[in-house]
């Protein structure tokens, strides 16, 4: 399966990134196919003005509705399809989760809707509800300044979850936040040299014992977790 990612911004130039690394041997070997699109080529102002002042006041500006409803039109389509999952970043959104990745991970279509300034109108929103599968996604509670750094995180994670894309997949089973694993932050990891400006792996790791190796591991992960993330140990 090539899954097609489009996305949707006034700064498409955010998703060039995606031609190299990881992400770039998945488009190589077919496994992703990528689109960035400027929504400002669906303005027919000289200005090619995507945005205006909020109704009822406020600060900043709106994204103007039509722009993405013509963007839609020419990208997706005009008849309804469930099997298009439509992302809008956004500070609202529900919580972007590992689980959420792996459900991602299966889909065969993914448009993701940046939006920059205050927001996009909510019209948009409640149209695409109306032709897609849309999802309103939170990386989490910080403030960004547009949805094209989240839209690359949310691919990120996604991406390397399609089957075919890791050359280990075992390993993708063993990390934090997988499915099925204990809810554990990652061990502290090491690698050569065994002594490094006074400073030594510690001595089990070096012991080839892997029943102490994985039993000093787990207590690291819980230690590390108990003291980090109290939430996961709920
Ligand atoms: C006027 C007054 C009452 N408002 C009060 C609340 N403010 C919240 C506000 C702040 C900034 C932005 C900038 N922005 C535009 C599109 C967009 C998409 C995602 C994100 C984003 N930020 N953080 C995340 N985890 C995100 C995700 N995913 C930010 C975005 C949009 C919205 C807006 C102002």
Request: net charge negative.
């Amino acid at each position: 399966m090539t899954m097609r990612l489009d996305y949707l911004s006034i700064f498409p130039g955010y998703f060039d990134v995606l031609d190299i690394s990881l992400l770039g041997k998945a488009v190589d070997n077919g496994l992703v196919e990528v689109h960035a699109h400027d929504l400002r080529d669906w303005t027919h102002d000289r200005h090619r003005t995507v945005d205006d002042t909020p109704c009822g006041g406020g600060a900043g500006m709106v994204m103007k509705p039509d722009p993405w409803g013509e963007a839609f039109d020419g990208i997706i389509g005009i008849e309804p399809d469930p099997s298009v999952h439509v992302i809008f970043p956004t500070p609202s959104g529900i919580p972007f989760t590992q689980s959420a990745a792996q459900e991602l991970s299966t889909v065969e279509r993914v448009v993701f809707c940046c939006g920059r300034y205050e927001g996009i109108d909510h019209r948009v929103i409640d149209y695409a509800r109306t032709m897609w599968t849309v999802h309103e996604l939170s990386l989490g509670d910080y403030v960004l300044n547009g949805g094209e750094v989240a839209a690359l995180a949310i691919t990120e994670a996604v991406v390397r979850l399609i089957p075919g894309f890791m050359g280990n997949p075992e390993s993708l089973a063993e990390e934090s936040f997988s499915p099925g694993q204990e809810r554990l932050l990652e061990y502290p990891l090491f690698t050569r040299p065994v002594s490094w400006r006074g400073m030594d792996v510690p001595e089990v790791l070096m012991s080839g014992h892997h029943g102490r190796i994985a039993e000093w591991r787990r207590e690291e992960s819980l230690l590390l977790t108990r003291d980090r993330r109290p939430d996961l140990t709920d």
